[in-house]
């Protein structure tokens, strides 16, 4: 297995090199994000490991070239612990997230758990349903042929409903794995993107994939009329 690691701190980076490569890894190292980017796009890893603050281009910036043209793993290093950080991240497709300082044990557990999912990932990069086409590299979604003119929490909250399509998904999944908070049954944050999202990927069709479970929730899937 290949792994490239951006990382401009010399001595995390050469820890990181040692460690993995002890434990049988390929490792490449790049120092700052321009190289990184290079090496990322041109060469071919089994995942990525990429520190948010790099000189030349940010981890973010890095991640974002790198989700336009592939779907290989990514863990992202920061020595910010504030949610919305992280949550950004993932929304930008970041695989995984941790925060500096971590124990070694910690993140070979985490690349070993990344590296079993990849294979996967690499597969589904389009995810389909009937005529809806979800492109998780590109961050497109189209309906028979179209564009959905999407929000990046709408586009979210399509892909976690395509990724599990035909399982009803609560208000309380959605909540925590969309907007990464404790669902409050005052608020009604779900029920309006999912309205939106329905406005966006229903109305304008016949077919409709969206579907609401009086009680339980939502499950995306194709209905014989």
Known sequence: MKILVVED?????D???KGLSEHSFVVDVA????DGKYLAIEGQYDLLILDIMLPG???????HAVRQVKATPILMLTARDRIEDRVHGLQQGADDYLVKPFAFSELLARVRALLRRGGAVQESAVLRLADLEVDLIRRKATRSGQRLDLSAKEFSLL????QRKGEILAK???AEQVWDMNFDSDTN???VAVRRLRAKLDDPFSAKLLQTVRG???VLEERSE
């Open 9 to 13: 701190e010399r001595k995390l980076a």
């Open 189 to 191: 944050v779900v029920e």
């Open 31 to 34: 120092r700052d994000g321009i």
């Open 57 to 63: 281009i940010d981890g973010l910036a890095l991640l």
């Open 172 to 174: 309380t999944t959605l």
């Open 216 to 218: 339980m929730g939502y």
């Open 159 to 162: 892909t976690l409903l395509m």
């Open 15 to 17: 820890y990181l090199h």
